[in-house]
């Protein structure tokens, strides 16, 4: 069976840092992004990685503070969110495919695997 689990989000102050994990199990997948969504937007690409070759894709609102990066041994791919503000408050999901790998430009949907979310809360 097909799992993706997010963990990681909380609360934080604008400036401030967080980690979120997503654990893949049940699959082999050759990229996986980042989306989120906050309440009455449309949701939207984070970063992207190819799991295989290591290239990094990122959303133009969080180029330079946000990075992704993965843990291949324990499956877990992993999103450092630095400088965090306000705007940056959604609910964050992993997703995942194989073969073709979606561009982080869309929504999302051309994404088969998605994770259950996580919240992240940032106060100014």
């Known amino acids: 069976e097909v799992h993706l689990v997010e963990s990681g989000g909380g609360s934080v102050q604008a400036g401030g840092s967080l980690r979120l994990s997503c654990e893949g199990s049940?699959?082999?997948?050759?990229?996986l992004a980042w989306f989120r969504q906050a309440p009455g937007k449309e949701r939207e690409g984070v970063a992207l990685l190819y799991t295989i070759g290591g290239t990094k894709k990122y959303g133009d609102s969080v180029k330079g503070r946000f990075t992704i990066s993965q843990d291949r041994a324990k499956n877990i791919v992993y999103l450092d969110m630095n400088s965090l503000k306000p705007e940056d408050s959604a609910m964050y999901y992993c997703?995942?495919?194989?073969?073709?790998?979606?561009?982080?430009?869309?929504?999302?949907?051309?994404?088969?695997?998605w994770g259950q979310g996580t919240q992240v809360t940032v106060s100014s």
């Open positions: 997703a995942a495919n194989r073969g073709y790998c979606p561009p982080i430009t869309t929504r999302g949907d051309e994404y088969k695997f």
């Open positions: 049940g699959f082999a997948y050759n990229c």
